[in-house]
Antibody
């Protein structure tokens, strides 16, 4: 069974940093592109970032480019999102997702709150 | 950036009725469009991919159509568990989601 479990969310002050993790199991993690998608409270879904299977290629939404870094450790079946210079508008549930072409498996999400 | 718009924002229907949801892209996305269902407190679930293909385990009452810039998700006869928010998403140029259509009970 495919499982994606996010962790690392919490309350952080504006300008601060946070590192999210996503532990994957039930599939060959190193064979898949992985993404982060976020959802602000009561709002819609927003794609954040993606990384290819070996970590050599990444893409970001304009809203996080230069502030967020996606990475992965295939030996530990783990996806990461390093978030720096956080803003109030980054407050959201962050989902880790697996995609071949579309997002067919999702974690339960981890809440990041940026507030003073 | 490709912008997706969805209509209506809210659709109020009764169980057993037919639901028709629309998604329009700001430029052609070919058939690279998906539909997701999201219930409160849950992660989204993939329903339809490449405009008209049902994902694994999705009931036949869900169907998708369209290409280019105009797409439709149809639920032929609403079941109680179908009342939720539905998002379209394109993968033609990076990834964007529409703002969602809430299907609620009339």
């Amino acid at each position: 069974e495919v499982q994606l479990v996010e962790s690392g969310g919490g309350l952080v002050q504006p300008g601060g940093s946070l590192r999210l993790s996503c532990s994957a199991s039930g599939f060959t993690f190193s064979g898949y592109l992985m993404h982060w998608v976020r959802q602000a409270p009561g709002k819609g879904l927003v794609w954040v970032s993606r990384i290819n299977s070996d970590g050599s290629d990444t893409s970001y939404a304009d809203s996080v480019k230069g502030r967020f870094t996606i990475s992965r450790d295939n030996a530990k079946n783990t996806l990461f999102l390093q978030m720096n210079s956080l803003r109030a508008e980054d407050t959201a549930v962050y989902y880790c997702t697996r995609a071949v072409s579309y997002f067919n498996f999702w974690g339960q999400g981890t809440l990041v709150t940026v507030s003073s | 950036e490709i912008v997706l718009t969805q209509s209506p924002a809210t659709l109020s229907l009764s169980p057993g009725e037919r639901a028709t949801l629309s998604c329009r892209a700001s430029q052609s996305v070919s058939s690279y469009l998906a539909w997701y269902q999201q219930k409160p407190g849950q992660a989204p679930r993939l329903l339809i991919y490449d405009a008209s293909n049902r994902a694994t385990g999705i009931p036949a009452r869900f169907s998708g159509s369209g290409s280019g810039t105009d797409f439709t998700l149809t639920i032929s006869s609403l079941e109680p568990e179908d009342f939720a928010v539905y998002y379209c998403q394109q993968r033609s140029n990076l990834f964007t989601f529409g703002p969602g259509t809430k299907v609620d009970i009339k």
